[in-house]
């Protein structure tokens, strides 16, 4: 009879277990599917984070030349907007530009004058 009791507990307490679960698993069912989604989306970028930083440690990124024309394309917008908010008049302010260029140039032109002076041969001769 002792027995009979503890196995109808037993049942009772898995019983009313069960129902709970069940009535919490209906009521937070979507929130479930949620979560288990965010979870997926975020195990999938920290995937293609650690992907990317293999690819890099290795030498086999090849993002350097996004990273180039954003700078490019950086560096444009800085000087049109510099042009547009210039202090000096448009035709002052191409002036100096182009007289800036043109030091840059004569600059670079002496820079590979002076490295070929002490070897003066070319290659072919």
Known sequence: MKMRKE?????????TGVYLLESLRERAGDSFQDLSGRAR???????????RAKDALRGEDHHGLGTAAALLIGVGVGVGVGMLLAPASGEETRSTIGNKVQEFGDR??????????????????
């Open 7 to 15: 196995r109808m507990l037993k049942d009772l307490l898995i019983g």
């Open 41 to 51: 989306d975020t195990y999938d970028e920290a995937s293609r984070r650690a992907s």
């Open 108 to 125: 670079v032109r002496d820079k590979f004058d002076q490295k070929r002076e002490p070897g003066t041969a070319s290659y072919g001769t």
